[in-house]
């Protein structure tokens, strides 16, 4: 069945560093991948998305990659913050609408 | 526009009690989801709808759980009758089905349910 897989489950970086998490799906009529961050106590708020239409997209300090063939996506974070610690999820979607996540990296950035 | 309203924010209740969560989504938004997240289980999707129809059910954990949405800006995830290991933090989801932002999916504050 669908199922994404996302890695690693938690990521320690020193501020200013950057941070990279990698997520692979299964299902291969997926053409939408939204990226969360959530913070403690907090509800998942999109970040970022691409749809397969694009191999890479940039907001500010985050990006995104897709390898359609491959069947990967990735985050990268650049000049991490202590504030950009959180629980990031990655997710896929087909035109259905409905999303599978991945179970979540927890990344901590150290000042 | 408020986003996605969910209410109650928080809910203590006892064993056998039934509990009813409810979601009111953003306006003009006509997919409907709850997800459900534990820290075993992370982030599950219970249910969702498009244009207020069940469209996969298959989340739903067992018969104890039913969800409704009579009309577009109102949906109910009842849970009859609560057991300890429903507590959770509870969320509703809307998105669009068509558009640019087609499938970006916004949530609500989610509910805190504790079933003692």
């Known amino acids: 069945g669908e199922n994404v897989e996302q890695h690693p489950s938690t990521l320690s970086v020193q501020e200013g560093d950057s941070a990279v998490i990698k997520c692979t799906y299964s299902d291969s009529a997926s053409n939408y991948f939204p990226w969360y961050k959530q913070e403690l106590g907090k509800r998942p708020q999109l970040i970022i998305d691409?749809?397969?239409?694009?191999g890479e997209k940039k907001d500010q300090r985050i990006a995104v990659t897709l390898n359609k063939t491959a069947k990967h996506f990735s985050l990268h974070i650049t000049e991490t913050q202590p504030e950009d610690s959180a629980v990031y999820f990655c997710a896929a979607s087909n035109e259905g609408g409905k999303l599978i996540f991945g179970q979540g990296t927890e990344l901590s950035v150290k000042p | 526009d408020a986003g996605v309203i969910q209410s109650p924010r928080h809910e203590v209740t006892e064993m056998g009690q039934e509990v009813t969560l409810r979601c009111k989504p953003i306006s003009g938004h006509n997919s409907l989801f709850w997800y459900r997240q534990t820290m075993m289980r992370g982030l599950e999707l219970l249910i969702y709808f498009n244009n207020n129809v069940p469209i996969d059910d298959s989340g739903m954990p067992e018969d104890r759980f039913s969800a409704k949405m009579p009309n577009a800006s109102f949906s109910t995830l009842k849970i009859q009758p609560s057991e300890p290991r429903d507590s959770a933090v509870y969320f509703c989801?809307?998105?669009?089905?068509?558009?640019?932002?087609?499938?970006?999916?916004?949530f609500g504050p989610g509910t805190r349910l504790t079933v003692l």
């Open positions: 691409i749809r397969s239409n694009v």
């Open positions: 989801a809307s998105s669009a089905a068509s558009g640019r932002a087609r499938n970006e999916q916004f």
